[in-house]
């Protein structure tokens, strides 16, 4: 778990580095190595990595617009993962999808800017299990600001009928972009949504891996014995803005400290010393997460762009009514239409 941590936030700080380069001053989205929106998971490390140690490649995971500790912990290829983040043509995604677009077969991981999203298909991967008889389960993230989204409150009332091999993990950060939970939620517990569907809810109260690890592996097991699915709310902590350039002129400057000061990472370092892992062992973890992390990152960026006419493959095309079989005629140097 330590390792997926401090993996997933060297990553991040790399990640804003790099995100950052041609974009100022004036803060140009679409300029620099990594264009488009940046959505930074520092401070919900424990969320991913303690309900993540109990899975297996075959158990899916789905996740929302900030996925990369989640990805990380459910071993998704970093390599591939961060060429897909630089928009490369050997990304996860050949390069289209971006970091809210990530998807690995190998390690069923998939996530999705639309937030919730990833309830719907984690159910239809329960689903699926059961009708192959077989143990793997599934895991849906979504973040507190998505619990009262209709595909989260289907997606638990899917699963609790079927009685599906799902997990639903609410990481609360307490913000939805700009909005605080405590106006647009009437829960304070967003488990308590279990309630309503007779599912068990437990929620974490603390960012604390070692807690996450336990309470998830009670409900993992259930998934994986048939026992139907869970709802785990983790209290996680936002220590960036929404998004890489968010002045976060709305958030009270308390609440930045306070999200500073609870680091997940140094919760578990204090756990693992009583444990009598000794700093040097750590130190270590911490060293060869380094290294994998800058060995993703230049490998990435010495992958080739894809190329213009790539942007004409791979996609779904709706023809219209009355046209069945033709064939889509682009004219890249830009012909008539
Ligand atoms: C269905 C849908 N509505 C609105 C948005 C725009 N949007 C992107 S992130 C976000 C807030 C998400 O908050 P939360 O679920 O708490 O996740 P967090 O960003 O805090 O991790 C919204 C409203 C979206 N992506 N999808
Ligand atoms: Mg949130």
Known sequence: MYENMVTARHYEERLQEEYLEGKQPAFDISAGPIPGELHLAAGQEAAAAGVCQHLRDDDTVTAPHRPHHVAIAKGVDLDRMTAEIFGRQTGLGKGKGGHMHLFDPEVHFACSGIIAEGCPPAAGAGLAAKKRNEDSVAVAYLGEGAIDQGAFLESLNFAAVFDLPVVFVIEDNDWAISMPKERVTDVENGAKRAD???????????????????VAGEAIGRARDRNGPTVIEVQVHRRMGHFMGDPQTYR?????EAAAERDSIERLEAALRDYGVDDDAMETIREEAHERVEAAIEWAKAQPHPEPSDAYEDMFVNPPSGVTDSEPDFDLAGGDD
């Open 252 to 256: 009270p400057e308390e609440d930045q």
């Open 196 to 214: 309503g569907f007779e599912m068990p809810g437990v929620r974490v109260d603390a960012d604390d891996a070692v807690e996450v690890y336990e």
